[in-house]
Structures are given as structure tokens and as C-alpha cells.
């Protein structure tokens, strides 16, 4: 009997058991909480509060994502300290806006932070860590450059594959 023939009331119920499974998987995944320690003294997050939000929002939002790469229950608790964005901003004569420049010299991003990741109330790994790319501009492995701060994100991705996502123990993680 295929799932056409069923009678509804079946197959709907059906259809809510396999909603049910794909969503409680989905929720299986880890946590990741982020704080950000006095961010208003960060050496480049963005140069208005409007920006700077908007950057630690994006950063942050990255962070989160990879909470699907962690297991059931493991927490990922991260506390940054500071934040230097790719580039530097410049303002440009035409234009009212600033505009980030990235010239790939001494302008390389870097993120200093401490972490610890926990499953069950116990540590598993911590560490305090500076991340930093200063090939950002040179890597053969191209960035998503529709994402928000693709350097910064494929920085913080390649971090987490080596430290949170190896004692998470997280095959593929790269």
C-alpha cells in the first residue's frame, strides 16, 4: 500500500510522527552562548554603535550556527573580549558612507575570546584563545562572500574545527 492509498486521518498522522522526529533531531543539536565583554572598547568592531551591533549580531549569529555541529547537550559558553575587523574603514570623499578597506597587510582580523565547552554539567575542554587570520587575503579556499564577514567567519569556523569542535569530538567539522 503506498502512502497515496491511506486513509487521511493515517497518513496525516503519519506525516506528524515524521514532523515530530525531524524537529526533536533538529533540537538534538548543541548550544552555544555568547557574550561580549565590554564592547565598546573592541579595536575595531565598527566605528558607530549602530555598526558595532550590527557587526557582534553577525559574529554572533555565526557562533550560534555552529551549535548544530555539537552534540546533544554539549553547551559551548564563549566570552569575547575583543574584536578587530578585517580591513579599516575609510571615509570616502563622494560618498557619505564609510567604506571597509581590505588591503591584506596589517589589517588581518582578530578575535580574542575564552570558552569552555560542557555536557551535563561537567567541562569537557576550555581555553582562551586570540584567533587571527593573517593570510586572510591569501587563502586558496575561497569565502562565502555573501555572508556577512566572510574572513571573520571562515576564521572562526576553521577555530572552531580545531579547539571546541575536536573536544566536542565533531568528525568533518573543516
Not at 554539549?74 to 558612507?97: F, K
Not at 565547552?117 to 586558496?140: F, K, V
Amino acid at each position: 500500500m503506498s502512502p497515496n492509498q491511506l486513509p487521511r486521518p493515517f497518513a496525516t498522522l503519519l506525516c506528524s510522527a515524521a514532523l515530530l522526529c525531524a524537529w526533536g533531531a533538529a533540537q538534538a543539536a548543541g548550544r552555544v552562548e555568547v557574550q561580549w565583554t565590554a564592547a565598546e572598547q573592541y579595536a575595531d568592531a565598527g566605528r558607530s554603535v549602530v555598526e558595532r551591533e550590527r557587526h557582534l549580531e553577525q559574529l554572533g549569529a555565526h557562533f550560534k550556527a555552529l551549535a548544530a555541529r555539537l552534540g546533544d547537550g554539549q553547551l559551548l559558553r564563549i566570552e569575547v573580549r575583543d574584536v578587530d575587523l578585517a580591513g579599516e574603514t575609510r571615509l570616502l570623499r563622494r560618498l557619505p558612507d564609510e567604506v571597509r578597506v581590505l588591503r591584506g597587510s596589517v589589517d588581518w582580523p582578530r578575535i580574542e575570546l575564552s570558552w569552555s565547552l560542557q555536557e551535563a554539567g561537567r567541562t569537557l575542554a576550555s581555553g582562551e584563545d586570540r584567533l587571527s587570520d593573517m593570510n586572510y587575503l591569501m587563502h586558496s579556499a575561497r569565502v562565502n562572500t555573501s555572508e556577512a564577514l566572510p574572513y571573520e567567519a571562515r576564521m572562526i569556523t576553521r577555530w572552531f574545527a580545531e579547539r571546541p569542535g575536536k573536544a566536542a569530538g565533531v568528525v568533518g567539522s573543516r
